[in-house]
């Protein structure tokens, strides 16, 4: 079992092979970039993503990591008496230490389906929150995909474009797993429509292949005067942003973007197809990168072990929850080699 | 003229060629590391930074870039009444966007000398906030080298130490320049020191041949239970930590870090040396790799336009000053090239 | 009806005569008293709460409203990183516009009974935010009586501390209406127990018969070394902070604060029971000065106009229910006139 | 010389007979309410306002004490990367512990003159912060009176709102002291002018006559949209609003505001004159109810102890700067009784 590789999650490798040669490239040329994101190389991947997203006025700022752009851009499209309304699984509801609340901003959280917030639960929290003793809901956060792997359609997208719309709230969707969701199988959302639902979006580079980078897309600079300011001010920007350049410029070139996450889904699908085929219970509705798991405590833990599974969550009947996460770097073999694994702790049953 | 490399600032290049070839010698290798910090090469990096900082219960911490290092440990050490205290040059009072205040904490400023901070100001600014209907200075921030190249004594560090212990505060040293500090030609402040007098300190990559990177140290393991956490808050918790952990572990092996920094000190030694011979007027007193040139306006800007120098100040008689700063990746050709430029400038007039 | 007094809420009356006479008589006397709290009134107010609640080296400051007086305190006592553990019914979590995230602190919650916290479920959800990836729960907020009226018990009161001892929480009590608490019927709850359980608690005056005014109090001198800056700091340092002594110092005087609460409470009960008597659906489990009646839509649409009541909750079978508050300002013959025109709206039906 | 008032400050007296009889007659009437400020004379005081000031579009909101209201009002207006521009001597820079750094905003400071600050510098510190690595400067703070008791002229008002104008600032005037400003001896501004120059301004009420109380004023609706939100988050919204609504409304009757700060300014007038008819040192160039005057230390220790005067200033040759207010609580004979006590400790020397 130890060759195998680990399915831990998304961002236990450096980064692809194509992603490293353009970093070297740069080095060995000996290049001399302007400082602070007003590079080349960051004006070329704003450029591509522009191409990519059909939004010829967008605006696209490079920051470091997810937890960092969700806490930079909530806090600077909010003003300081108003919310973000998430999903109570969402990423900046559960996993990052309050970083949303520590600029200043509640989360208020619906139950959602799936890890997405249903349009009319947000309508009536929205409307639940017209006192004045109470937060202003003043933005939508999801993320797609979502935090269980889950992914919304292009209906569910526009119905809560309309939410918005009607009540005059913004919609920013956390793409840490945007790609994945992009080209997940039978998804229906195209980058177009990403770039037309959202106000703001954020593409997740650090968990598709990059050393780390999240390029930040406003659908156009109506919105974003300020917004580099706010950028240094919360300690996100880069003295070498063209390092994050770089590296988006290399994403959006010969369609590594999409090829990266294709990949990924792909053995994931195949993995979860053996899984069921072996009698596994995979629950959940995810198409994309992850998987889940539930399975008897120990075959669970011998998961862990050998192949490096987050244990996601205990049931009360004893069992658990483990999650499998494929990524740019998983081969088929060694999903071959964690399929069979499970097939057989099944059998032994 | 044009074969030359620029000299705008220590942050134009990617990073030292043996920085990046540990990154891709771990990427080829296909590594999987522990997220968030955890890893074995973020552990290598921590232990031989206690070795060299003399600092054997010292706690490590690596975050992406100056501002955020800052603004990230003044929250962390500071209630929320508190204040930090800093030269008015300091890079957290006017280079940083407010991301100190940003973070709810005024910085209090006093004139300094050199850019440093003079023992007996910082002691007159404690005092006179005695009063609680003032802020309460929680700590002295300095930087060396400062942000004007200049560097501090072993006796003005310790003294500052000592005002620091009479009344309570910590010392807190952005080390965005450290290694230039460390090894300024005629300075006598070791590591050990900085580890001594310094509370917390940290360590710039950026600005010494890494992507990008700063290591904070603390000087044991009282004072940091919660820094973990605070990082996350901040979003400053790279999920792949180990990209920084692999830099600083190279940047801390065979001397990498001094030696990078020897050579833009030597280098900008050396160019000092020939622009006085030229008759320039080198102004402030850095022995580091920043030297500051004031010049006729029509000289000044020839050399912004052809060595990308950035203009420091416009004086009242017209005159300019303009910065050049030498990094790991300049060589003796190109400070040649600048130095006969500068010259024959100057006898033009 | 036009004679009846309203039941809106106890915030609607200036305050118990007795106050008033106080301020009249340090007014009239053409005082001159010490500014931001030093004064002698606050000094004697504070020295009655600590006989009071059994805390001779408590300490205790005076703020002038809810809101204000759970972000200063919440925001003093944890660390950027931590979170207040609250019931979800909590005043901080929904009726404070969000002023405690405001400050920077996500507010957990749990669903709680009768809007108070189970110690098992505080305990389950401080295990649950054991991962460095969630806020630190650093205490946990409770209201007594609680915002839907009832009141912990002793019991449930030490096994909230047990918990907070065991996990290292603070134990913070809103006492918006802790005189309803102190007095209800059947409660077994001393003001001694209450400064022997928490480590921080207030006293709410506006809600008893003051202008305006909360006393902070802190079990002793250990905790709060820093508050009156804080206090500054968050905007709450009232310049003539002796309006609000003159007013505690009165509030303790011949047990008014007993008193007032007491006589609320009593015609609380008496309506409550005539209301059973005729029928009324009074739900919830108040026996402070809270009374919650559901009733057919009509009928509440009647009551709410004639006597201020607020709606409480629609429910989806078109049922309202009302809340209908008694204050020290309520008379026996105004409840006297509610409690027949329910019985008769009732009769109608 | 027991007899005489203290002269400490302008809040040491609860406050005017007529605002505590409007209180009286409140409370005796068993008034009800509507909470919040949204009471009839939290109303007739906004009417009344308006009328004074010039501002039939006028909104006006009652908040208890200055550092509450500057903190709340500058929050409101700045966006996270945003500054306030003020004098160095400027309350929210030396006396607020904080509190506008402590809500994310930097305070920029200029020199001034008298406590003023001066349109020219003002607008090159604004072109200093053009850079994006510096806070932008959002608004331009002033008070006035100042905090030396100086006043602005017509024409320094219309140059600040000039500049303000020409850079996309907003004015925000500190009023705390503006009944003093608009009565001063010699001065040329009137409460038109105020609520023309200014986007937003305070009335102070604390420091002429009230119990507590500030009224914001916003020129016209479109700049508040969530101000009422922005002050319950900011825990500055009282439950019952109308004691400051009473309280305003007695303020602005029978032109109760001006005649109070009238009586303070020709006491101080009067005292100032005899003052230096004895020879004293008074310095500055307050025409308000503030008198600085420099005195040898042991006749300024004397004062100090008899009339309860602050110290202001240590001089460098051991003299020493103390402070006399007056107030709508001083009278003449107290004045006198001060007068002559100076005059005999000039006279001894």
Redo the contacts between chains.
């Keep these: 079992m130890s060759g195998s590789?680990?399915f831990?999650?998304d961002?236990?490798?450096?980064?692809h092979?194509d992603v490293?040669a353009a970093?070297?490239r740069?080095?060995e040329a000996?290049?001399?970039?302007?400082?602070?994101g007003l590079d080349k190389h960051s004006a070329a991947a704003a450029d591509a993503i522009r191409r990519v997203f059909g939004l010829p006025d967008g605006e696209v700022f490079l920051l470091?990591?997810?937890?960092?752009?969700?806490?930079?851009v909530i806090?600077?499209l909010l003003?300081?008496?108003?919310?973000a309304l998430a999903c109570g699984t969402g990423h900046i509801n559960?996993?990052?230490?309050?970083?949303v609340?520590?600029?200043?901003?509640?989360?208020i959280t619906c139950p959602g389906r799936d890890g997405k917030i249903l349009p009319e639960e947000a309508e009536r929290l929205i409307l639940l929150h017209a006192d004045?003793?109470?937060?202003?809901p003043g933005l939508i956060y999801i993320s797609d995909a979502t935090e269980t792997g889950s992914v919304y359609t292009a209906s569910e997208l526009l119905a809560l474009r309309d939410v918005c719309d009607r009540h005059g709230l913004y919609l920013f969707i956390d793409g840490a797993r945007l790609a994945s969701a992009l080209t997940a199988p039978g998804g229906d959302v195209t980058p177009e429509l990403i770039g037309q639902v959202a106000d703001v979006f954020y593409i997740g580079g650090?968990?598709n292949g990059l050393?780390?980078g999240e390029a930040v897309v406003f659908r156009d600079g109506s919105l974003c005067g300020?917004f580099?300011?706010?950028i240094?001010?919360?300690?996100?920007?880069?003295?070498?942003g063209?390092?994050l350049g770089?590296q988006f410029e290399a994403l959006f070139s010969d369609g590594l973007f999409f090829r990266m996450a294709e990949h990924a889904n792909g053995l994931a699908e195949g993995l979860r197809k053996s899984l069921r085929k072996a009698g596994a219970d995979v629950t959940g509705s995810s198409p994309t990168n992850q998987i889940f798991v539930r399975l008897a405590a120990d075959a669970a833990e011998t998961l862990i072990t050998e192949f490096?599974l987050e244990r996601w969550e205990v049931h009360g009947d004893g069992r658990e929850t483990v999650r499998i996460v494929t990524s740019f770097?998983s081969d088929e073999e060694s999903c071959r080699v964690l399929g069979e694994r499970v097939a057989g702790l099944l059998r032994k049953k």
């Design positions: 590789r680990k831990t999650n961002y236990s490798e450096l980064c092979p490293l970093l070297s740069a080095a000996g290049e001399q970039n302007t400082a602070y470091t990591g997810g937890t960092q752009t969700n806490m930079t806090s600077y003003r300081p008496y108003e919310a559960v996993h990052e230490t309050g970083a609340e520590g600029s200043g901003h509640k989360v004045e003793h109470m937060v202003k650090t968990k050393l780390s300020g580099r300011r706010h240094k001010n919360r300690g996100a920007m880069l003295a070498k063209f390092v770089i490096g770097a």
